[in-house]
């Protein structure tokens, strides 16, 4: 036997919607036991995400660049190297003016990393 046997038909706005959705998933509950807390007059208290998360979040996406590059610049190797065995003189140079480039790229990565992680144990 059903406890709630009253239905509510509610009509939100696009921008209430969204709260709702994002508010009650925030709180793993379903937006039914969302608004029957807010009802009851239970406070609800969504947590709030600390500042310290974001910079690892762009440190470890920082680090997967330079590691996705690395692996492009020893796959662009291989090509060069078979270009060179093939007789493709002109196309070698031209990957490896793209693999100079990478690595600069990757160095100016490292560099960058490097200054985060000093700031990082600085605070």
């Known amino acids: 036997m059903r406890i709630r046997n009253n239905k509510v038909n509610v009509f939100l706005s696009d921008d209430e919607k969204f709260i709702l959705k994002r508010d ?27 500042e310290e998360q974001k910079p ?4 470890y996406i920082i680090e997967n660049i330079a ?18 065995h093939l007789g493709y003189f002109e196309d070698e140079r031209a990957i490896g003016i793209k693999i100079e480039y990478l690595k600069s790229q990757n160095t100016t990565l490292k560099k960058h990393m490097t200054i985060e992680n000093d700031k990082d144990n600085a605070i």
């Open 56 to 59: 690892k979040k762009e440190k």
């Open 24 to 50: 009650s998933s925030k709180l793993n509950l379903s937006q039914s036991e969302y608004i029957r807390n807010l009802i009851i007059g239970y406070e609800i208290k969504i947590p709030e995400v600390k």
């Open 67 to 84: 590691k996705a590059l690395e692996e492009n610049i020893e796959c662009l190797t291989k090509v060069k190297n078979r270009f060179h």
